[in-house]
């Protein structure tokens, strides 16, 4: 079993900057694909960045300028620098996992943390 473990969010004015964390506890985590997806309470949870083992990069349209994801291998873990943020970016974010062993995908899911952009 994978844990994630989020941190990073908050409250933040508009036009200002988050960075998120996420710390996953496997020894395999280099040949993963990770990703941050949010939700708003009614909606439904949609991808906002993804990074695979190989480092290809993809962002929802939104957010492509504004926000830049990254993982650090050794320290098994990724991150989204947000900035100029918007009140429309208010959610939780959750960061995910993925990766395919014997011909088997397995996903795994953070808790999540709350991000808040006042206006």
């Known amino acids: 079993q994978v844990q994630l473990v989020e941190s990073g969010g908050g409250l933040v004015q508009a036009g200002g900057s988050l960075r998120l964390s996420c710390t996953a506890s496997?020894?395999?985590?280099?040949?993963?694909?990770m990703a941050w997806y949010r939700q708003v309470p009614g909606k439904a949870r949609e991808l906002v960045a993804s990074i695979t083992s190989d480092r290809s990069t993809k962002y929802k349209d939104s957010v492509e300028d504004r926000f830049t994801i990254s993982r650090d291998d050794p320290k098994r873990s990724i991150f989204l620098q947000m900035n100029s943020l918007k009140p429309e970016d208010t959610a939780v974010y959750y960061c995910?996992?993925?990766?395919?062993?014997?011909?088997?995908?397995?996903?795994?899911w953070g808790q999540g943390t709350q991000v808040t952009v006042s206006s």
């Open positions: 995910n996992l993925k990766y395919e062993t014997n011909y088997r995908w397995y996903e795994y």
């Open positions: 496997t020894d395999i985590f280099s040949i993963t694909d």
